[in-house]
């Protein structure tokens, strides 16, 4: 009797699942997107049509098909396939599966295929209790994550297994998906409502057919067409793919940076938008500027640092949401300004000097002579004061074994112009 209850229950729960959880492909015909990694003639569908799945982490944001890939694996392996979600099992559980995967090997050679959401919340504990079975080929681990990876998961099982990162679906890949969920419901939708859905998706499949069965509910209790009002109503907010502490936070802050290197205005303030509306930390966005004003403007314009520092000020005494204006105005002026490394390159030819020279003596007449018996010692003794003489702005300062090595040189961009070092009068940009 229960199991004609638990028959009758299945069959309501499919039809009134969400539109994303019916149309779940499944097959690896079905899937779209991700051509880089499960297209036709790639190393994984050949693995995965041939039965011979390798342990994987299949990496990437939400709605990009990790799950989908994984319940594919698991209706065309002829292996025992198990699943775990991470949020909630133990190493108990985790033990139990490798006994299970054990005894099925021993007694009728069937493999095992693990299949773990959420990898990146398996402490190190239980990652630990895991490894044993992947490293002997008791089972075969399939980890899905949307952290990196190379973040979250120990280096032992990262070592043995393969990782594919899967991307954000492109629009055209929504744009079918769409219509596939359309014709579910039965409806017609405008090319510009389905691009409008596409674009508010955010490269998320189960996003994208969430939006469209909320504006078709709402639409229909209308009792009037779909318009791009009803997705306008359903997706009042584009989802932001943004962690502050995985590796979209170092992919934006890395993008920012060097398009601001660039001179690129538009996109430096895209990435900063996206940083700002994704939750960054603005004293981390700020302590990058102050670095990037000294690493790539450096004294081609001096003004770059004080315009930073002055962000950064702003920052903590003006605070979110008004200080977005400061750092959207640092931003512009830091893509603007004139770029030079000089500085920089030169600091780190110097530092590589004293690691290879070590701690070489400033020369005896630049020595300090401010201590009884100084002099005595010879420290201070031809010193040429420049104000009084102007042959002491053209003495080399450098320990004797460096005289004559060049460190700086000026770029020639901007206020980064050479000068002459003895002429006493003209101002130094170094």
Request: net charge negative; aromatic share 6%; glycine share 8%.
């Amino acid at each position: 009797m229960s199991d004609l209850f638990s028959e009758a229950a299945g069959q309501r729960l499919d039809a009134s699942a969400p539109l994303a959880q019916r149309l779940r492909p499944a097959s690896l015909d079905d899937f779209v997107g991700q051509d880089h990694v499960i297209g036709p003639g790639r190393a994984l569908r050949l693995a995965i049509e041939d039965d011979r799945v390798p342990s994987m982490i299949l990496y990437g944001p939400p709605g990009s098909g990790k799950t989908t890939l994984a319940r594919i694996v698991a209706r065309t392996t002829g292996s025992e396939f198990e699943e775990l979600s991470a949020v909630s099992a133990t190493v108990a559980n985790v033990r139990d599966v490798l006994t299970r995967a054990r005894e099925r090997l021993g007694t009728s050679g069937t493999r095992t295929i693990l299949f773990l959401d959420e990898i990146h919340r398996f402490n190190k504990a239980q990652q630990d209790a895991l490894l044993p079975g992947v490293e002997e080929g008791l089972l075969t681990l399939i980890g899905a994550t949307t952290e990196n990876p190379y973040f979250e998961v120990n280096s032992a099982l990262l070592s043995r297994s393969q990782v594919y990162e899967l991307e954000p679906h492109s629009v055209e890949t929504l744009l079918g998906v769409i219509a596939r969920g359309a014709a579910e419901l039965e409806i017609d939708v405008k090319p510009e409502v389905s691009e409008l859905i596409a674009q508010r998706a955010g490269g998320d499949a189960r996003n994208a057919l969430n939006i469209l069965e909320l504006t078709t509910e709402t639409a229909r209790a209308e009792g009037v067409e779909l318009e791009e009002r009803h997705v306008d109503d359903a997706a009042r907010k584009r989802p932001l793919a943004f962690d502050k502490r995985g590796d979209k936070h170092y992919d934006f802050i890395s993008a920012w940076i060097k398009s601001t290197r660039a001179s690129d205005v538009q996109a430096s303030l895209y990435y900063l938008a996206a940083m700002l509306e994704g939750g960054e930390d603005a004293r981390f966005i700020v302590r990058r500027m102050i670095v990037l004003a000294s690493e790539d403007i450096g004294n081609a314009d001096p003004q770059a640092l004080l315009v930073a520092v002055a962000a950064a000020q702003a920052v903590e005494h003006v605070g979110l949401p008004e200080a977005r204006l400061n750092l959207a105005q640092a931003a512009v002026y830091l893509a603007r300004a004139p770029k030079s490394n000089a500085s920089y390159v030169a600091f780190g030819k110097a530092i590589e000097a004293v690691r290879e020279r070590g701690h070489l003596m400033p020369p005896a007449a630049l020595r300090s002579a401010a201590y009884a018996g100084a002099r005595k010692l010879g420290r201070g003794k031809g010193y040429q004061y420049p104000h009084a003489d102007e042959r002491g702005f053209a003495v080399d300062c450098l320990p004797e074994e460096l005289q004559g090595t060049v460190f700086y040189e000026p770029s020639g961009i901007g206020a980064e112009v050479p000068v002459e070092r003895s002429a006493r009068a003209t101002p130094r940009s170094d």
